[in-house]
């Protein structure tokens, strides 16, 4: 009787004749996806147009933010989204003449494009200067940056310039300052996630290829997952920067799930494929069998959990304007190009690799387990040996592990959620300690009349 892992009880399956063709066709299906790949990672070159956390959707809020601003705004006068430089000379004047080469030197480079205006404080009349002058303490003086450009390049001039706007050398000693407000937020944000996820992907990286290098106990066979995650990355986080100049709630934080689930399902689906075909051939069999009967199976499998995630991802697509659709929009881009990845460019790779996959042997790793008395098959008959020796200890771990969202507190996304040592948010705090009458807690209320109505 024939068994289910077979090639003869799966050789008229869809999936193994996908395998097949991706064998005989190998070096094509190489080529054309890895130009896809480039492709899409070419979007990240774009200046992506993310959303607010809040969304910029069908909001009450929204629309009358936008009554007030064309309503209240003459037709001479454009968009602009502006910022301040927060400075601090103690014991000394912002009339001082050190003091104010210092903060013009320091504004400079934003000086340079025609799309900006400067306000220093000591070219602003009495009734405005407390805007940039602190009453609480002298010492603490703002100079205000408007950019006359919509929020996409407001942000975009920003960024060219963030770490260009620093003292000078020969600023008085113990001055010092902080670029801040809304803009600057919005921008250090922006900086800040790219940084730490780029952070995150080196130093998970490595950790990774460790991991796999003792579970497959091949160089080779290792590489290939993490090459896999590279490729989920990069072209996910393109699709995703395409996606926010076609929809209005991609934000920012969709790099991130990107970089989680994506990272993770490459692994995991790899795992699957790479451990697989490595059993398929220390079975005996050809290379394009192993490879037919790898996506027969593993690759079947594959691509119904990734569409289970893809489907289940989808329901966050409907909590409009709360930053979830951005999140499902970012993991299902991941998991379609893991499971896409996984099931055509690895078995692509396989084909042309063959039996040097198993190639430059690591020690002390656990190998290629085809048997039934291996590492994972020991493990395996353990826990069905004694099931509740294992489930009481692992669900009172994985209790114990949830316990801290009990206490979980939810709240929109503010400047405190920047690291405490950043500048934007010290800038935002020293700023409520020195103008206190700037603090706001308040709703507008937009109104509109009919023509020729008087409104008092």
């Known amino acids: 009787m024939e068994g289910a892992t077979e090639p003869e009880a799966l050789q008229h399956r869809a999936y193994y004749k996908m395998g097949l063709f991706v064998y005989d066709n190998a070096k094509v299906v190489l080529v054309l996806t890895l130009i896809l790949c480039g492709s899409l990672a070419s979007l990240m070159t774009l200046e992506p147009r993310y959303a607010e956390g809040y969304g910029e959707g069908d909001l009450e809020s929204v629309h009358g933010w936008d009554a007030a601003r064309i309503g209240f705004t003459s037709e001479n006068e454009s968009d602009s989204f502006s910022f301040h430089v927060l400075f601090h000379h103690p014991g000394a004047s912002h009339e001082d003449e050190a003091i104010q080469s210092a903060m013009m030197e320091t504004v400079s480079p934003m000086a340079e494009s025609e799309h900006v205006s400067i306000e220093y404080p000591w070219f602003t009349n009495e009734v ?94 290792a590489g290939l997952p993490v090459l896999s995650g590279v490729y989920t990355v990069l072209a996910a986080v393109g699709i995703v920067t395409g996606l926010s100049y076609v929809f209005d709630d991609i934000t920012v934080y969709a790099n991130n799930i990107v970089s989680l689930l994506g990272i993770g399902l490459s692994v995991d689906y790899s795992l699957f494929i790479v451990n697989r075909f490595r059993e398929e051939l220390g079975r005996g069999r050809d290379h394009r069998t192993a490879v037919a009967m790898t996506s027969a199976t593993a690759g079947r499998a594959i691509f119904f959990s990734g569409m289970t995630v893809i489907v289940g991802l989808m329901g966050m697509l409907f909590f409009e304007n709360t930053g979830l659709p951005s999140l499902g929009w970012g993991g299902i881009c991941a998991t379609a190009v893991a499971l896409t990845s996984s099931i055509v460019l690895l078995p692509a790779i396989l084909s042309l690799l063959g039996e040097r996959v198993n190639s430059f042997k690591v020690p002390f790793s656990f190998g290629v387990d085809t ?34 969202f009990l206490q979980a507190e939810y709240g929109i996304t503010t400047y405190k959620a920047l690291s405490p040592d950043d500048e934007s948010r010290q800038g935002m705090e020293l700023t409520d300690d020195n103008w206190p009458e700037y603090i706001s807690n308040t709703a507008l209320a937009v109104f509109e009349i009919e023509e020729g109505v008087d409104p008092l």
């Open 128 to 221: 405005n200067r407390t805007e940039l002058v602190s009453s609480v303490n002298p010492e603490w003086t703002r100079v205000k940056i408007e950019v006359n450009l919509d929020r996409d390049g407001s942000k975009a001039l920003l960024k060219e310039h963030f770490d260009d706007l620093v003292l000078p050398d020969d600023a008085p000693e113990g001055m010092d300052k902080w670029v801040t407000d809304n803009l600057a937020i919005d921008v250090t944000f922006d900086l800040t996630l790219k940084d730490e996820l780029i952070q995150a992907e080196l130093l998970a990286a490595p950790l990774t290829l460790i991991i796999l290098l003792l579970v497959f106990g091949s160089l080779v066979a």
């Open 371 to 404: 048997g039934e008395e291996g590492f994972w098959s020991n493990i395996a008959s353990g826990v069905m040996k004694r099931p509740f020796a294992v489930l009481v200890p692992a669900v009172i771990v994985l209790m114990l592990a949830g316990s801290p």
